[in-house]
Each structure stands twice: as C-alpha cells, then as structure tokens.
C-alpha cells in the first residue's frame, strides 16, 4: 500500500550543544523507498518535553550527542509507513510512542534480561538518533510502544518517558504496598506520575519539591505529605521532618526523580535502614556521596534506574489507559519549545508540558 504524505514537515532542530534551536518548515520527511527494513515512519502528533531533552541541548553529559539533532523522545501518533521487508505486526495507521530507547539488539545478555537500553548498541531518540520534535520521525519497528485504542496521544506522550521510568524505578526500588516511598522532584514531570504510580501501586508517599502549586498538585494525587525542601535552611532539619512523616525512621525508598543535585544530598541519610535510594534524576557532574560505615551498618542500597523495557512501557501505559495514572500536561506548539526550555529551567513546570506538532 502506498502512503501519501509531504516531502517536508515542520522540525525544531539544533546543530551542537547550546548553538540556537531552529524552527524549519522544510525538513525533509523520509519516503516509503527511503526507509531501511526495520523502519517505521510515525506522523508525531504529540510530544512530551523531558528534562532530558534540555540537559541534551546544554550538552550536560558526558556522551556526545548526534550534531544537528531533532530533539524529543515522548512522542505519539500514528505509523504512515513501514519499511520494506520489516518483520513485524504493526500496522500502518497504527498508533505508537516513540520512547528514549530507540533501538537494541535484542539479543545481548542485557536485553534479553529485560535491561535493553543498557544494551552496548542502544540507540535513543533525540540524543543518537533524531527524535520526535518533529512532525515525522523514522523509529524502530521493534522499540515504538503500540499506543491502545481509548488512550489520548497527549496522555501517552508523558508516559512514554516519564511514566514509564518512574514505574519501572518504584518496581526497582523493592517497597511494598503500604510502605513509605519518598519522590524527590515530585511536582516535575517525572515527580508527579511517580506520586500517582506510588499511590496506584499501594505505597505511603512523602512528596518532596517546592511552591504551593507543586504541593497542591501532589495532595491532589493522594500524596501522604509534602515537604517544601525550601523551608529548611538546614538539612539536618528536613531530615528530621521526613523521618517524622515516616513512623520517625524515615521512608522504606527513596525516589530521586530531580533534576538538580541537592535533591541527591540528604536522600541517603533519609531512608531509613536496609532502604533503598533510587537514583533517576540525572543533573550533571554529580555524585552519591556514601559513608561506607553507615551503608553497610544499616544494610542501604543505591540502585540506578534508567527508562524501562518494552514491557514496563506497555504496563504503564495500561496504568494511564485504566485511570489510576493521569498526566497533567500542558499543550503548547512546537514552536515554542525554546519558552518551554526557559520555563523548564527556572523551576516553573508543574506536570509536564506536551508539544502539538500539527
Ligand atoms: O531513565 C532515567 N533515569 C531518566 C528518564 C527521564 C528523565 C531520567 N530523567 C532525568 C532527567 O534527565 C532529569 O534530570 O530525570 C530528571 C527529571 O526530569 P523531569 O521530571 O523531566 O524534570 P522537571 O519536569 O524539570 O522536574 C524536576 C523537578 O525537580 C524539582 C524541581 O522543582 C522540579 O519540579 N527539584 C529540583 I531541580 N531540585 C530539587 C530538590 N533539591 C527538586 N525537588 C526536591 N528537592
Ligand atoms: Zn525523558
């Protein structure tokens, strides 16, 4: 079957770290003979803006990303072509999420454990490859997440990302129904569907951010309590007020889903004995700083927890697709990402912002 669709497409692209993002109306958009057997062609409807997406664009990391790079990797709309000789079950007209991981083999030790995007030739969206801030952008037939019929693509989008990782990190952090789970960054995209993730899976939540804003939209999902890590000027006292949320001991895991550093300072000390720190923000040039002593004498953990693999994508969309869990998201044009990136910056999202591409 033939699709018909334009040579060009509206992309926000940027050539190295930091130099200006461009708004182009003339990218150019794969045709059916162009794409390599594997490739699906998706007509990106939506797509949520990660903090990821920003640290990409300072270049924060220490991997490269590709030059000239279309951003993006919570995108959502329908496949308007497969390429030729593809093997797969999807289908053209087909909705699916375009996520972080854009591609693994498959066939590695870690990706047959169920940790693809540690596999050695991973491949993500908007970092080594091009990602959704696009109107069309070419994926992995074996990676894009089938989308169910009844989930809205804005609502999918921030899953993608955001809902999938949060999911996966509170399975990771080993907490059981009606145990505390501490978010850290809890009114951030990734904060605010882990306070719904936690409270769907049974977990106490002590959300942990600032601004009445993020409090609010926290107790609107259930959390247990919201500490302002603003209102303490030492951090010896907010330790002592997230213990005293948590039976006086302090939460059974820790979630850091910040984007900033301090978020990561105290949370060690917090847990309480043989609890779990779960390390997801990825702010830049930053380390866990562990007494080896107290580590080992009170039995902790630190786990890191990067996206998730196919299966948690689709059980966390099936989350959002039953209503447990519910994006607060803001829709914007995709033109205006450089606004979003300032916005996202200061501090001032709550919820996560999701781009309209048509
Ligand atoms: O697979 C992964 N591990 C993964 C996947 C996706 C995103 C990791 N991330 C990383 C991003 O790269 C980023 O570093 O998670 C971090 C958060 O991404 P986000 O949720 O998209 O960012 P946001 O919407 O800007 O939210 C961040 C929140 O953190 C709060 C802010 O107020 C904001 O609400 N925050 C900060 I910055 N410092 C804090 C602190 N000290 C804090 N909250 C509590 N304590
Ligand atoms: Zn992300």
């Keep these: 079957m033939t ?6 497409a509206c992309a926000m692209i940027f050539e190295d770290s930091n130099s200006p993002l461009e708004y182009k109306t003339d990218h150019p958009v794969p045709q059916q003979a162009d794409l390599k057997p594997g490739e699906v062609l998706v007509k990106v409807e939506y797509s949520g803006v990660c903090h990821t997406d920003l640290h990409a664009w300072k270049g924060d990391w220490p ?12 995108g959502a709309g329908p496949i308007v072509a497969i390429g030729e000789g593809t093997l797969t ?6 909705n699916v999420g375009i996520k972080w991981l854009a591609d693994s083999c498959l066939d590695c030790e870690n990706c047959r454990g169920g940790s693809e995007a540690t596999c050695a030739q991973a491949q993500c969206s908007g970092y080594s490859v091009d990602g959704s801030f696009q109107q069309y952008a070419v994926s992995y ?5 089938p989308i169910p019929d009844g989930l809205p693509l804005e609502v999918a989008a921030p899953i993608l990302c955001a809902g999938v990782t949060v999911y996966r990190a509170l399975l990771n952090s080993s907490a059981r129904a009606g145990q505390f789970v501490a978010i850290v960054g809890a009114g951030g995209g990734l904060g605010h569907l882990a306070v719904q993730y936690a409270s769907a899976m049974g977990f ?3 959300a942990i951010d600032t601004g009445a804003d993020k409090k609010k939209l926290c107790a609107s999902y259930g959390a247990d309590k919201f500490i302002d890590f603003k209102d303490y000027k030492n951090p010896e006292d907010m330790i002592k007020a997230i213990k005293a949320e948590c039976d006086g001991v302090g939460p059974h895991a820790a979630v850091v889903a910040a984007a900033g550093a301090a978020a990561y300072e ?3 000390e917090y847990i309480r004995p043989t609890g779990t720190l779960v390390a997801v923000g990825l702010p830049p040039d930053t380390f866990i700083k562990a007494n ?4 080992v004498f009170h039995s902790k953990r630190i786990v890191g927890s990067y996206v998730g693999n196919r299966q948690d994508a689709e059980e966390a969309l099936d989350f959002a697709l039953r209503g447990k869990v519910s994006p607060r998201i803001e829709v914007c044009p ?16 709550a919820g996560r912002v999701v781009l309209k591409n048509f």
Excluded: S
Aim: aromatic share 6%; no cysteine.
């Design 3 to 8: 699709h018909q669709h334009p040579k060009t």
């Design 63 to 74: 991997a490269a990303a590709k030059k000239n790079l279309v951003g993006g990797h919570e």
């Design 89 to 94: 079950n999807l289908k053209v007209g087909q």
């Design 141 to 145: 037939a074996r990676h894009v997440t």
């Design 204 to 206: 106490r939540v002590v």
């Design 266 to 268: 105290q949370a060690l």
């Design 292 to 295: 080896v002593f107290f580590t």
């Design 334 to 349: 995709l033109k205006q990402l450089p606004e979003v990136y300032e916005r996202m910056e200061k501090g001032q999202l």
